[in-house]
Structure formats: structure tokens, C-alpha cells
């Protein structure tokens, strides 16, 4: 600890000395007249943008994996930049939307008594040889050693974790369960191939949720709880999944799903029967069997991007621990368990995937990253004097719909046509663009409203805008 304070002491010292609390720097865009809105200028984003296609080819080193359409728009708008092998850099923009997503998560799993913590990345080796999984998982661990040898790695799942952390509350009663307890963290593993962009990479955030019932029964209406808040989440986010029967791989328990959207990209195949309703992922039927277990009808097959996994861990993780509770009659009783997961930054780009055109990206309406884009026209235009109608028009809508300060951005790359920044708006997927041209001079003046939804212009006064907008639902 105190070489720790040390070494910040001297890491410190000279910054803070150069940068005195008391006068701390000066930035001209964190300075506003009291009372006005901070407009938000595209031209002040990080944003690595319009990028052509080879340009963009050229940022991953295996030129042959870029070979779907979330990756390739993904790097070309600024989203995402490459940083290694099935790693990347999320940028301003990503960060937003996955921030909107995981707000919706919290949202849906607090709902059903979700309470969220935050665990270590760093795992001791010792719990992982407990439960097998170090030999088990192999080299999908990132595996490590601090300075005393001591074994760790980068956890790509927390059962061990929180099945210890769990063991430790030696009081735990029968009155206090179910706990379901999740987080929202960076996980590691070490993909033979990452490829698909976000789809497949070595490191990545997750929600993990583990849940903690007194009885297998009462975990079995736990694990029905989460699967239909998954199925919330997914059609709040407009997106088509289906659902069903799973591996266990290297978790365990005894039942399992899967949640996929389907995509012909994906790299599981799912069967479902048109008879009973029955679905599965292929890998869990018997190949010799070709009809449907349940009714003996056809099969139909499609491929999925899986985005959520739910596992009934049952005691295989508390009995390792000892992890136990006090019962109804005042004894110790091992707790039953489950594991959920969800991959955020895979839903993000499974989504894109999806729901996208060739040339432009398309979010689930709530996670677009900014709901409003403005496009003021060209400066040494015919239309230029509409410039400043635009920034007050920022202002009006931030200060008539506060729910949307925040979500508005201003283009204010005036140096370029109005078609171009059309085109930039569209290729990132804003859900409504404005743009200032002729009629924006007109009495009363009117601006041209592009709905991506409809795909269709409109033309709308400073007050129809308003209630166009107020409709806008954000998260
Ligand atoms: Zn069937």
C-alpha cells in the first residue's frame, strides 16, 4: 500500500504541480453563458469518419475477416477501431449506444429483483482448480501469474466468484432468498479465431446474472423470471429472437437455452418443428434422429447469433463451495443455482447486423446514440443566412423537450453540402435528421425533416417539429 502511495505520489506530483487545482485549464467548449443549452457540434466528436472501403480493410491485419456487414459499417462510421487480434477500441458513439443498453438491462433485471455488483476480472486459479474448469476450459483462459506466482485469470465467467463470495455469508436464511445477483463487466477469452467484428471477439462485455433459491423448485420459477425478462428486453429493443434448447458445455447444470437472433452469419444452427413448436440448437440432438424428439415431425433449420445463454446450475457450484443457507427448520441446505448471461457489446453488433442496409446503419430506435441530428446549411450558400435559425432551433428543442437534451448534435461541418452530411447522417442511422435549406427562409419558416422509420422527407414548422419530436421515446 504505501509503495503504491509512493509511486502515486510521484506519478502525481509534477502534473500537479503544472495544473494546480485552483486555476485548472481553460476550455473553450465547457464555457457557456449561464442558463443557455450546451449545443453538441459533430465537428468537435472523436470520430474517425468516411472511411472508404479499402482504407478500411486495411485497419484489420487478416484482410480475409472482415467479412460481415456490422464489422465493415462499424469501422467505416468511427464506431469501432481495431486495437489487436478480436480486440477494439469503442468509440464515443458505441460507448452511448452500449451505455442505452445496459441502462434497458438494469432496468428489466432490476425489475425482477436483480440486485447488480461488480467482481474482480482478475480470478484466482485456486477456485477455477476447485470446480475443474481450469483443465476444463484450457487455453480459452487468459491465464496469468502476479509477482508471488500466485495463478489468476481474466474471468470469462464469475460462477466460481460469486459462489464463494456467497459461501462466505455464513448467516444466509431461508427468508432472505432468492438473491439474484448480476453485473455488466469486461470478460476475456482466448478465441482461437475472433473474427465478425464485435461478434467474436477475445474481449468483450457481458451481463452475468447468478441467482440463489432454496429449494429446486423455487429456482426453477427463478430461471423461468429471467428467461421472460430476456424475452422483455429483446422486444423492447424491436428485435426478432427465438429461443431455444441448449448445451451445457462447459458450465454445466442440467438445462439450458440459448437465446438467438437469427442471422445467416450465425455460427450455430438452430431446428425448429412447425408442428409442436419444439426448438433446439443441432448440437443437442442426436445426428441418427432427423425428426422432431417431442412429435416426430419435420425439422426446419436456420443459423443464429446467440446473444444470451441461460443455464439451471442446479448444487454442481454450491457443493464445491459449501455454499449453504439456514432452512425453514434451522439447517444448513445447500442453495440452488442458476447462471444468466447476456452479451451486450454481441447485442450491439448482432442488432446492427440486422437490422442494417448495405450502406447504412439502423439501431433499435432506443439505442441510437443520438436521436437528432441537425444539419445547418453550407457556409457561402444561398441559404447560409439559415444558419442561425438552426442553432436557435437546437436550443427550442432542448429547452422545450428536456428528455431529449443530450440527443441532439448539431453538424456543424459547414464547410460541407448539405447532401454530404446528409449522407454521413444516414450511413450512422440517426432516427430523424433536420436540415435547413431553402424553405428554412421562408415565413414562417419550415425545415425538412428526414424520418428514417418511413424513409420519407417532411417539411414541418418550428411547432410541428416539436410535437414530431415529442413523441421520441429515450432510455
Ligand atoms: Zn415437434
Known amino acids: 500500500m504505501e509503495r503504491l502511495l509512493r509511486r502515486w505520489r510521484s506519478f502525481s506530483g509534477p502534473l500537479l504541480s503544472r495544473c494546480p487545482p485552483s486555476q485548472p485549464p481553460l476550455c473553450r467548449a465547457y464555457h457557456h453563458p449561464p442558463g443557455r443549452v450546451k449545443r453538441l457540434a459533430l465537428s468537435r466528436f472523436f470520430q474517425p469518419q468516411n472511411l472508404r472501403e479499402d482504407q478500411v480493410v486495411g485497419l484489420e491485419s487478416r484482410v480475409s475477416e472482415l467479412t460481415c456487414k456490422s464489422h465493415r459499417l462499424m469501422l467505416q462510421t468511427g464506431l469501432i477501431h481495431p486495437a489487436g487480434p478480436g480486440c477494439y477500441h469503442y468509440l464515443p458513439f458505441t460507448v452511448r449506444a452500449m451505455e442505452k443498453l445496459i441502462r434497458m438491462i438494469d432496468q428489466e433485471m432490476q425489475a425482477i429483483g436483480g440486485q447488480k455488483l461488480d467482481m474482480p476480472s482478475l480470478c484466482s486459479a485456486k477456485l477455477w482448480r476447485a470446480t475443474g474448469r481450469w483443465q476444463l476450459m484450457g ?95 429483446f422486444d423492447r429493443l424491436g428485435l426478432r429472437f427465438v429461443r431455444v434448447q441448449a448445451a451445457v458445455g462447459s458450465i454445466g447444470g442440467t438445462m439450458s437455452h440459448e437465446f438467438h437472433l437469427p442471422l445467416n452469419i450465425g455460427e450455430d444452427t438452430l431446428t425448429a418443428c ?132 443530450g440527443e441532439i448534435l448539431l453538424d456543424d461541418r459547414t464547410h460541407l453540402t448539405i447532401g454530404n452530411r446528409l449522407k454521413d447522417a444516414k450511413k450512422l442511422g440517426y432516427p430523424f435528421v433536420v436540415i435547413a435549406g431553402k424553405r428554412a427562409l421562408e415565413q414562417p419558416c419550415h425545415f425538412e425533416v428526414w424520418c428514417q422509420n418511413t424513409e420519407e422527407v417532411v417539411f414541418l414548422p418550428k411547432q410541428g417539429l416539436l410535437d414530431l419530436l415529442r413523441k421520441v421515446q429515450v432510455v
Open 139 to 233: 487455453k480459452e483462459l487468459f491465464q496469468l501469474q502476479d509477482r508471488h506466482n500466485k495463478e489468476y485469470c481474466l474471468g470469462p465467467t464469475h460462477e466460481e466468484a460469486i459462489t464463494s463470495l456467497m459461501a462466505s455469508q455464513k448467516t444466509l436464511s431461508y427468508r432472505q432468498l432468492p438473491h439474484l445477483l448480476y453485473q455488466v463487466t469486461r470478460k476475456f477469452r482466448d478465441e482461437p479465431r475472433p473474427r465478425f467484428g464485435l461478434l467474436r471477439g477475445r474481449e468483450f462485455y457481458m451481463k452475468d446474472m447468478y441467482t440463489f433459491d432454496c429449494s429446486a423448485e423455487a429456482a426453477h420459477q427463478t430461471y423461468d423470471l429471467v428467461c421472460d425478462a430476456y424475452g422483455r428486453l
Open 274 to 405: 412447425s408442428n409442436c413448436g419444439f426448438t433446439a440448437n443441432v448440437e443437442t440432438l442426436d445426428p441418427k434422429q432427423p425428426n422432431c424428439p417431442v412429435c416426430q415431425g419435420k425439422l426446419a433449420e436456420t443459423k443464429g447469433v446467440e446473444v444470451g445463454h441461460t443455464f439451471y446450475l442446479g448444487t454442481k457450484y454450491s457443493s464445491v463451495f459449501n455454499t449453504e443457507f439456514i432452512n425453514a427448520q434451522g439447517k444448513p441446505s445447500l442453495v440452488e443455482m442458476g447462471c444468466y448471461g447476456l452479451g451486450v457489446t454481441r447485442i450491439l453488433a448482432a442488432a446492427i447486423e440486422v437490422l442494417s442496409t448495405e450502406e447504412c446503419i439502423r439501431w433499435p430506435r432506443l439505442l441510437a446514440p443520438y436521436q437528432v441530428c441537425l444539419i445547418p446549411p453550407k457556409k457561402g450558400s444561398k441559404e447560409e443566412m439559415a444558419i442561425e435559425p438552426m442553432e436557435t432551433l437546437y436550443d427550442n428543442i432542448a429547452e422545450a423537450l428536456p428528455q431529449l437534451q
